[in-house]
């Protein structure tokens, strides 16, 4: 299969290089000042995984999986999640309640992003899970295929691409 | 006025996902109702003219807290939308395996398990 | 004091870590899972201490921040849910060899605890729906896990069927924000105490709509339908989870807390909330015995003998009197331990025997020794004979409605009665006595893990009556009945201290 015949046209390839930096730096954004603009963790991730959807639309299936392989993505969901458990726990011992702030120390600027104590640490976590969660969903559900190879055992693998062209 | 057109979205989607045969149908029913749930959570926190409540710094605050639109509603929102995507993406996947297994979409073909 | 939200925060963080450490290993899930468990389960039991506390999340005062509340009910709950939850991660470090991916199935599982831990120890309501729906999706995607054709169709209508019921609860939550202006429940309970808001047919609908909601999650009729089809393809330690705790910590706890301490039963009997729940009760037990009467597949009659077992809880709640309460309670407990333990016998025969038919087996007893003892004992606690654990709550049940005036439901539910031990003799002449089959004549016992936590599970199904004696009923049953049955006390709990 040559490279020009996986995806959409040429058009769309061209456009995608350019503009698929620019909406990871907006989903970036999103996630970072979630506690002064709207936003947070959550729709962050979304526009975050959002970029790695149009890869696949745009250049075919193994482009994403070539930035970003479905373990890492996997131990990143994991890590996000527990960062956010660290948080709480650590306001449990620190403070004296669970999630309390903790963080009183930092010069007490309103609206700016250093400010808010825990909040910005747990948009951040939250960030990371959610993009890498949807990720994960969106390459277990368009690109893999579990065939069953025996009883009882299933194996994924990766679907065959469409049309064989012959040369 | 508003709530009634939230429970006529409600009753949209309840009908998809009572008299629908096939699967897809069925959860984009329920999809529907999920997000007039969401609807209906948001216009509850509605005040007459008022404003985001999202608070810069060259605002002043009892007038901030006059006007805003009440934000609790808004943070259930969030949270009933991550729930309601964590189900749709479970749906959706089972849906994908019935396929692979039956071959069909329509309910009234899976149907192995009866009494 | 500050072990309450570990609770919570301890099976959540081991399902996150499982995936990232067991990459090379395939005993770390194991290990890591059971240790869980059991560790939460010891935690259970120290709280007993400190029972009755609230706890204030991120330092916020009610009814600003979200609360965890320890009183007697949450801490009776507590124990009953962790310790089986630890009997069954203890079987199914055997029976999941069976399946494909262990360290998915402990990392849901765990997951589906933390939910009803979650759910359990709560004091906001909407707090409660994401712990509810937390632990009611990890079930969802546990009852499909072997991916046959069967289970996914299952799995499916029981998601479909669970979703909606959980849209109507948000349904109810939103209408009672917008009556009361707060989510927390004690200052719900408090702004409705006057009795002036429950004048607007809202809040009416609103009751309706948990009504609903709530029952579709604990599988009364005619809420049912998904139950008989998800709790048999399911995993049997699943099945075992799904039937013992879940349609109790996600249907009829929840249900409590709301009828008994946000609304008051006083409240609700204006437009005769408790006949109906009576009704629902009523028809679940006959439905469920008559149904289960015809049944071969063992653990479909199960299923539908947790339906009518459901019943008896519902018309023992509906009455509103102590006595009643204390039987719903123990009832609970009861059915959880005997109806978790008769799901892990029919997993060991599934194991073994690889048949769910009863037709199929036969005298199986002289094989299997000891799973045919704590079948026998599961049984026997479940038709209610003494001295082991279902006797006394049928008892308690039984006198309760007596005592209250209902002599016809009293005879109701001995009739119930003698139709479970009817349908139990059943399966017992088809599976456990009778001659052998001769395709079954060599089989062996099933592995030691899962005898262990069978035997371990008909102790406490023998012992459970010994909750009755004064002492440990003062610490554990007392404080539980007693938090229901006054409303007023969970309100200066929460707000006063």
Known sequence: MKEEEKGLSTIVKVVTRWIVGFILLFGIYIVIFGHLTPGGGFPGGVIIAGTFVLLTLSFGREVPLRKLNSTLASELDSFGALVFLLVGILGLYLATYFAQNFITTFPQQYFRPLSAGVIPICNLAIGLKVGASIFMVFIILAVTRVISVGEGKMKMLRKKTGRRRRK | ?115 | MKLIPLMVAIPLGTAFFIPMVSRKNQRVPDLLGNLCTFALFLLSLCLIRFVPQVYFMGGWKPPFGITLVLDGLSSFMLILVNLVTFLITLYSISYMELYTSKLRYYSLLLLMLAGMNGVILTGDIFNLFVFLEIAVISAYALTGFGTEAEELEASFKYLVLGSVSSVFILLGIAFIYSLTGSLNLADISQKLAGGRLFQSPALWFAIILFLYGFGMKSAIMPFHPWLPDAHPSAPAPISAMLSGLLIKAAGVYPLLRIFYNMFGMGNLSQKFIPQILMVLGGISMAGGALLALIQTDIKRMFAYSSISHMGYIFLALSLGTPLGILGALFHIFSHAVSKSLLFLTSGSLEYVLHTRDIRKMGGIEERMPITAFSGNIGFLSLAGIPPLAGFWSKLFIILALVKAGRGGWAIFACGVSVLTLGYYLRMNRYVFFGKIKSAFRRVKEAPGTMLGAMLLLSLVVIFLGSFLIPPIRKVLLSPAVHILYSGQEYVKLVLGG
């Open chain 2, 1 to 115: 006025m508003e709530f009634i057109l939230c429970f006529f979205l409600l009753m949209v989607g309840l009908y998809a996902v009572v008299t629908k045969r096939n699967l897809v149908k069925i959860i984009i029913g329920l999809a529907i109702m999920e997000y007039a749930i969401n609807l209906f959570l948001i216009l509850i926190g509605y005040r007459k003219d008022g404003i985001a409540p999202i608070m810069t710094s060259t605002m002043d605050r009892i007038e901030f807290l006059r006007k805003a639109v009440d934000p609790l509603p808004q943070a259930l929102v969030v949270t009933s939308i991550v729930i309601g995507f964590g189900i749709l993406a479970l749906a959706v996947s089972i849906a994908i395996r019935i396929y692979e297994r039956f071959g069909t979409f329509d309910i009234n073909e899976i149907k192995k398990l009866k009494g």
